[in-house]
């Protein structure tokens, strides 16, 4: 992860360029809503998937336990709109799209799969630090 002072470097490179600054810190920066979409616990198991190589819509259905088709076409169309992934459509009968990652799409992917890895280090260490506190509620009828 960037710290802090590679992120204000990147936005001073961006202010230099005309754009307006980049501040994910300052609560009314319209960057947010890039940090909220790749919080999202839908991207972060679809982009993954992605990697592999083009999915269909099944494929992606089937590799996601749990997801609904509603919630899946709209993450799809998320990340199609900030050019995460595109969609080729074969105009065939019966219709047959797929989905891949973007270049912009893929570098994001390279961080969701390193945060992929963390999760599943240290699951059990943030699990087990949880398990004496969530007792302690239980017992007081807190949860």
Known sequence: MLDKAASF??????ARAGRPKVDPWNPSCPSREIIALIASKWVCLLMPLLRQG?????DLMRGIP??????????????????????HDFKEIPPRVEYRLTALGASLCDILTSLDGWVIDHYY?????????????SHRGLT
């Open 9 to 14: 470097a990147r936005a001073k490179r961006s």
């Open 125 to 137: 260490d943030m699990s087990d630090a949880r398990r004496p506190r969530d007792a302690a509620l």
């Open 54 to 58: 083009s999915r269909r819509n099944s």
């Open 66 to 87: 749990g997801i609904s088709q509603k919630m899946l076409t709209q993450t799809l169309r998320i990340l199609e709109a900030n050019r995460l992934i595109a969609r």
